[in-house]
């Protein structure tokens, strides 16, 4: 199983100790860092600055959002950070939702799908460099019907890597059989292994496309999750409603809230309506309280040390190839290595 650490996004002021959990995660044997990006910090930058400290893990951006560059953009922004890192830039790409989309950047959310796969088709073109990047469109035409002055380019800088590596953060059927069939790798959040047949099918109706770009073999499943080791699961698990009551309550429109539909398919229904309700009328404490153990143990991996081995094998057995965990101090980083990487950095 590969290991990753998801730096995440900032609060409201930059997080403290970053360098450090940065180099535990190199010296511990880590295979990538990531960064996020909501409507705050941005996910690159970060990347640029802890990975100038390091020297073999892979940076990537989980998620850099569509709306918030255009692919020419956003091809810049990659092929940038894969020269300065000697080509251990991996760029994960997402749509984000409506409620950001639309009251962030000021696009219109709709065609989420088309849009993903024309912002792809054009961030490969810059990335292959093999002629002027055109894109008829609809969502991104190059060159725009403007002045009449628009000319197709090609980068001035030559992309260290045609390939660079593109993950797609996906959450529905219909997004996910677009990463397995245009993309290097999936991106998941909360992530059931119960459902692991399910995700497979999805998979698998992308991976037998017409021109799909990679098959199960060689197509990463990245998901995030909460790696905790700990004597006290049950306190854990208390800690830890909050945060699910957040994204499943707060984060989205309550009759557009993706997250929330990932709990919907776990068979969460009541509880999914009952915490929405609760949150959005202010009531977060009692939204959290109504999160049931089962709903947070079945998304994160919580318990001793030999628990956690043996969950991270049935991910791991369920086609997950890379945990992105998360740590707030070096010594959870180095911890973490050890157990699930063999390596002890102390």
Not at 119 to 144: C, K, N
């Amino acid at each position: 199983m590969k290991l990753g650490l998801q730096l995440g996004y900032w609060g409201a002021q930059p997080p403290t100790g970053t360098g450090g959990l940065v180099d535990a995660a190199e010296a511990a044997g880590f295979d990538a860092i990531f960064a996020a990006e909501s409507w705050g910090s941005d996910a690159f930058t970060p990347l640029a600055w802890w990975g100038a400290r390091t020297e073999s893990v892979q940076l990537g951006t989980s998620v850099a959002q569509l709306s918030a560059r255009t692919p020419t953009n956003c091809a810049m922004h990659a092929l940038t950070l894969d020269h300065l890192s000697g080509g251990r830039a991996i760029l994960g790409l997402g749509v984000s939702g409506p409620q950001v989309v639309e009251g962030w950047y000021g696009q219109p959310f709709s065609k989420p799908l088309a849009r993903t796969r024309e912002y792809v088709d054009i961030v490969r073109q810059v990335l292959a460099r093999e002629a002027p990047v055109t894109s008829a469109g609809p969502h991104y035409p190059l060159p725009v019907d403007g002045t009449g002055m628009g000319k197709p380019l090609k980068p001035i800088t030559h992309p260290l890597r045609a390939d660079l590596p593109i993950w797609l953060g996906a959450e529905g059927p219909k997004n996910v059989a677009l990463a397995a069939e245009i993309a290097d790798g999936w991106l998941a959040i909360y992530y059931s292994p119960r459902l692991a047949s399910m995700y497979n099918g999805w998979l698998d109706k992308g991976f037998a496309r017409p021109g799909a770009r990679r098959s199960r073999a060689d197509f990463e499943v990245a998901a995030t999750c909460q790696v905790v080791l700990t004597d006290d699961r049950a306190a854990t698990i208390a800690r830890l409603k909050p945060t699910i009551a957040l994204y499943v309550g707060g984060m989205g429109a309550p009759e557009s809230n993706f997250h929330a539909q990932v709990y919907n398919r776990m068979g969460y229904d009541r509880e999914v309506a009952e915490i929405g309700k609760l949150y959005q009328s202010g009531r977060k404490d009692e939204a959290a309280a109504t999160v049931p153990d089962e709903m947070v143990a079945e998304t994160m991996i919580i318990g001793n040390a030999d628990f956690v081995r043996e969950e991270v094998k049935r991910w791991e057995d369920a086609g997950v190839t890379m945990l992105l965990v998360t740590a707030d101090t070096a010594d959870r980083v180095y911890e973490l290595g050890a157990l699930l990487k063999g390596k002890n950095a102390f």
